[in-house]
C-alpha cells in the first residue's frame, strides 16, 4: 500500500488562501503558535500550513499517476508557493514487511524528478513496518 500526502508550510502566509485552491476532502490547516496534541512536552507549530492526502494505491505506477496528475493540476499553485519562500513538500509513505504489501523498491526516473523539480516540489519517503500476523 502506498500514501501519499502534500505537505505545504512556511512563515508570512496565509495557508486559508491556498485552502480553496485545492478543493480537496480532509484539507488540514494549521497556524504559527498553534499547540501540537502529541507528547507530553507541550510544543507548538513553528510555521503555517495545509497538507491533505492524495488516494492510496496499491502499486507505485498507480501512486505515480495520481502524482503526476496532482502536479498537473496545481503547478501553477505550487510554483506561485514556492516564490513567496513556502515549502511545498511530497511524502511518499509505504508498507513494508507484510508479504502481500511488501515493496521491494520503487523507482524514481528522472522524468519523475524532474517533474518535482520543475514544480518545485521536495521528496520524503518513509517505510511503515507491517507483519503477516
Do not use: C
Not at 501553477?76 to 519562500?85: A, D, H, R
Not at 514487511?97 to 520543475?118: N, R, V, W
Request: net charge negative; charged share 20%.
Amino acid at each position: 500500500m502506498i500514501s501519499t500526502q502534500i505537505r505545504i508550510s512556511g512563515l508570512n502566509w496565509s495557508p486559508e488562501d491556498y485552502a480553496a485552491k485545492f478543493n480537496v476532502n480532509g484539507l488540514k490547516v494549521w497556524h504559527l503558535g498553534d499547540a501540537l496534541k502529541f507528547g507530553h512536552k507541550k510544543r507548538f507549530r513553528q510555521d503555517s500550513g495545509l497538507a491533505f492526502s492524495l488516494p492510496e494505491q496499491e502499486s507505485w505506477s498507480s501512486a505515480q499517476n495520481a502524482i503526476r496528475a496532482e502536479l498537473l493540476t496545481h503547478a501553477v499553485v505550487y510554483i506561485e508557493l514556492f516564490s513567496k519562500g513556502v515549502a511545498v513538500e511530497l511524502s511518499i509513505g509505504m508498507t513494508v514487511g507484510e508479504s502481500a504489501a511488501f515493496i521491494q523498491s520503487i523507482d524514481f526516473s528522472a522524468e519523475f524528478l524532474g517533474e518535482l523539480y520543475a514544480a518545485r516540489i521536495g521528496l520524503l519517503v518513509t517505510g511503515y513496518p507491517t507483519s503477516d500476523e
